[in-house]
Structures are given as structure tokens and as C-alpha cells.
């Protein structure tokens, strides 16, 4: 009987262990030689007992006075400083419009950047649960920076040992098992602008019994992260920003020629906050929307559809929140007791609530088709209308004569985030020493994360197609929607 058992660590799930030095590395004996393939058995599982020093690709530990002495309260921006980890959504990446909907403020790890879901996060060697629907990608801000004993980083596949979930590695975080007394650890700072303040408080208590073969820990964890807004650094507003782009002078290529170079006042190409109105629709604005012409500025070809000055909505200040404003409370409790060698309970519970909340981009519309109907529509643009143009760019002979209007509607506010998400996770196993040659383990992990996205900003469609579809009312001659 041939049996291979390739299931990674289930949510409820059990392994069994026995030496590295039975493992691998061991010359066949021949009693082994002589066996069939039918009689092999071959376990995998996190549980494996192997030194990291077999394994494929080496281990990266990351220890708790690692930790602390790096001054981060963070434990994703200190991970990511490894090469294997650069990939990673932290920092930046988790405010203002980079993140997806509900995903503000979230630090995933991204081992070798194949994905957010391809890299395998434990505690203890045991499953985390997510905290994005429909993602296996577990936030690191509910992991408890003060109860870290250690970090190891596998940088490479081990599918082998972990399951097709450790494709691209697995990071495991290592908690404390035997605190015994007290600890308390607070931490205030702010960035070189005088902004961006941070707080951090953690205390925890534990106590050894019954001559140490039991222990029950308790901690407590709070992080506090103020907003930073891209408007609050002068390199990020307009006009003085400056950011690299195809040199215009070099669009044949010329290896002699720099390929790309700063150019400020970078703009969004026919599109305004007052409106880019585009009356002959070849769509290029022709108007600005009081009816002003409208300036192209510099076309920065090659570049992705941006110009230089002129009448268009600036790309600095869209962007939105520099870092979110994070708020987050953790509760972690743990327990064990050995019963004998053969026989070790334990027990795990936690509780994190984190908040997040980040500006992002105003919202924006694209080819907005507007009838001369329209009683704000300006007298100049309602002169320029070309005849027929609207019908053959729709392909409709019925088509009314209009224009086209893109516009970015800072005016309506810019839309913010707002996310509250509570996480609950619980284990509970046995484990023990069956012989001087096998271990065994069983557990139950549950996890579950509940979120609140709130999105303020974003308009009430159906009140505004009826804004946009003015009309006069012919008994008072006044605009009505």
C-alpha cells in the first residue's frame, strides 16, 4: 500500500511527526532497498521535524529583540525589508486611492511578489484567517507585535511540506509560550514634518504554575497611526511636483538621449474639475465648462495620456491619502498545561478591532453626453456644437445634437473610507510525545473577521442622473431637474 498524505494544515487537522534524521539525508538501509514502492509511506505536513538547515532554501528568522530594537511597531515594514518581501502591500500602498475597495489599511505580506494569496502566513504553524473576502491573505496588523517571540521567513516554494498554499514560502510567526510576570512597553513618534504622529501601548501578563508545567498569558496591544494627506508635502503639490516622463525630445529613441525626464505640472488630458467639453466629439476638449476655450497645454506623448500646464485637472492631489489613519485594539490570551510527556493541552483566543480611515479621489465621469437642451449649458459651447456629430459618433441616425463632458468633480468632495474590522480567533489541541521516535499534534483553529466599509463621497447616482437631466419647466421658465 502506497499512502501520501499531501493535505496542508486544515482548519481542524492532525500530524504526525517523526526526526529529520529519519527523514532525509539518512543512506537507505537494505532493508529499505529491499522494500517495494507499494510499502512507502510519505507524510506532509507543517508539522515535519527537519532542521532548517535541510531545507531547499534557507530560513529567515526575525527574533522579538530584533523587534524592539528596530523601533518599528509595525511588523509588516520591518518584514518587508527583506529582499524576498519587497513586494509586499504596506505603507503607502494601504491609503488614499491605492488600495481596492474595503482593503485600506491592511499590510499584506507578498512572498517574491507572486500574490498576497500565494504566500502562506501562520502562528504557531497554525492558519490565520483572512481578513479580505475571498482572499486567503491574512492582515498583519491583527498578529500581536509584543507577544512575537520570533519570525521565520521561508523564501522559496514548499509546497513539499506546507501544501500548495506555500507555493511561493510561508511566514510563521512564533508567540511566547512561558511569559512569566509582567511587561509593559508604550512608544510615541512623529515624522520629520511634524506630522504622522504614532502611539503604541502594550502590556502583558503571565504566570508559570504548578513548577512550570502550565501557563496562562494575557496582552493587551493598542497602535495608533495618524493620516498623512499628499497635500501636506510640498513635493506633491502642484505645480512644484515634478515626476519623470517620456522625454519628448527623445521619441525616436536615441541611445545618446536620456529616455526619461522630470517634467512638473503634469495633468490629466481633457479632463477638468470644471468640466472638458468636447463639442465636435474627436475627443479633444474644445471648451472649458463656463464656456472658456480650452488649453491642451504640453501633449506629453508616449506617456500615457497627460500634459503639460494648460486647462486640464492636475495628477497631484488625486491620488489622495499618503498613509490611512489606523486605530487598532488587540486581546490575546494563551494556555497550556502538560499533563505528562505523552499529553499537552493548550489554548488560544484573540480579539482585534482595527479601524481605517483615508481620502481618496474625488469621483469623475468620462464622455458625459449633454444635449444644448440643458438651460446651464453656456450660450458660446451651445453655439459650437457641430451638427450631426454626436449621431455618427453613436452610430445612430436619431441621436440628438449634443456634447461630450469629462469631468473630475472635486466640487461634490473627495470619497473617504471608512472601515471597522473585528476579528475573532480561537484553537484549541492536544499534543505530546508518543515514543522517543514520534510526536503527535491535534487542533481546532476557528477565525472569523466581520468588516464595515462606510464610503462617504461617492454621490447618490440615481439624484444625480436627475441633476444632470435638466430641463426648463415651461409654467416657471426655471431649470428643474
Not at 155 to 175: E, P, Q
Request: charged share 20%.
Amino acid at each position: 500500500m502506497k499512502l501520501v498524505l499531501t493535505s496542508a494544515m486544515l482548519i481542524a487537522g492532525a500530524c504526525l511527526s517523526v526526526p529529520a534524521m529519519a527523514q532525509q539525508g539518512d543512506p537507505p538501509s537494505a532493508a529499505e532497498d529491499a522494500a517495494s514502492p507499494e510499502d512507502v509511506i510519505i507524510v506532509t505536513g507543517t508539522r515535519i521535524a527537519q532542521s532548517q538547515f535541510d531545507f531547499a532554501n534557507p530560513v529567515v528568522s526575525v527574533t522579538a529583540e530584533e523587534i524592539t530594537e528596530s523601533g518599528r511597531t509595525n511588523l509588516a515594514d520591518l518584514l518587508v525589508q527583506s529582499p524576498a518581501l519587497l513586494g509586499s502591500v504596506t505603507g503607502d500602498l494601504t491609503g488614499g486611492s491605492n488600495p481596492d475597495f474595503g482593503q485600506s489599511g491592511l499590510d499584506l505580506l507578498n512572498l517574491r511578489n507572486l500574490g498576497t494569496d500565494r504566500t502562506l502566513v501562520l502562528v504557531d504553524g497554525r492558519r490565520h484567517v483572512s481578513a479580505v473576502s475571498g482572499s486567503a491573505a491574512v492582515d498583519i496588523n491583527a498578529i500581536p507585535t509584543d507577544l512575537v517571540a520570533a519570525v521565520d521567513v521561508l523564501t522559496g516554494g514548499a509546497s513539499a511540506i506546507y501544501g500548495a498554499d506555500g507555493v511561493s514560502g510561508v511566514v510563521n510567526f512564533r508567540l511566547r509560550r512561558d511569559f512569566d510576570g509582567i511587561s509593559a512597553r508604550g512608544q510615541i513618534g512623529v515624522s520629520d514634518q511634524g506630522d504622522g504622529g504614532s502611539r503604541f501601548g502594550a502590556i502583558t501578563v503571565g504566570q508559570n504554575f504548578n513548577q512550570g508545567r502550565g501557563n496562562i498569558a494575557i496582552a493587551y496591544e493598542y497602535g495608533g497611526d495618524d493620516r498623512v494627506s499628499d497635500q501636506d508635502r510640498a513635493y506633491l503639490r502642484n505645480p512644484v511636483a515634478a515626476a519623470l516622463y517620456q522625454n519628448q525630445a527623445d521619441l525616436l529613441d536615441d541611445p545618446a538621449i536620456p529616455d526619461l525626464v522630470p517634467y512638473d505640472d503634469v495633468r490629466f488630458a481633457d479632463s477638468a474639475t470644471m468640466g472638458a467639453v468636447d463639442t465636435d466629439f474627436d475627443l479633444r476638449a474644445d471648451f472649458e465648462g463656463d464656456g472658456d476655450r480650452y488649453d491642451r497645454g504640453f501633449v506629453l506623448r508616449r506617456s500615457g495620456g497627460y500634459t503639460q500646464g494648460g486647462s486640464s485637472t492636475p495628477v497631484d492631489g488625486y491620488q489622495g491619502d499618503l498613509f490611512p489613519g489606523i486605530e487598532r485594539h488587540l486581546v490575546n490570551a494563551l494556555a497550556h498545561y502538560e499533563i505528562s510527556d505523552a499529553l499537552t493541552l493548550f489554548a488560544e483566543g484573540k480579539y482585534v478591532r482595527t479601524r481605517t480611515e483615508t481620502l481618496s479621489q474625488p469621483t469623475f465621469d468620462f464622455y458625459l453626453f449633454m444635449t444644448p437642451e440643458n438651460p446651464f449649458m453656456p450660450r458660446r459651447i451651445r453655439k459650437a456644437i457641430v451638427p450631426g456629430a454626436a449621431a455618427e459618433y453613436f452610430e445612430d441616425p436619431d441621436t440628438p445634437d449634443g456634447v461630450l463632458v469629462t469631468r473630475d468633480n472635486f466640487d461634490l468632495g473627495i470619497n473617504t473610507e471608512d472601515v471597522i474590522r473585528e476579528t475573532w480567533r480561537g484553537v484549541a489541541g492536544a499534543s505530546g510525545r508518543i515514543s522517543d521516535n514520534a510526536r503527535y499534534e491535534i487542533s481546532y483553529v476557528y477565525g472569523e473577521t466581520s468588516s464595515r466599509i462606510l464610503s462617504r463621497g461617492n454621490r447618490l447616482e440615481a439624484q444625480w442622473q436627475a441633476a444632470v437631466d435638466v430641463v426648463v419647466d415651461p409654467a416657471t421658465g426655471r431649470p428643474v431637474c
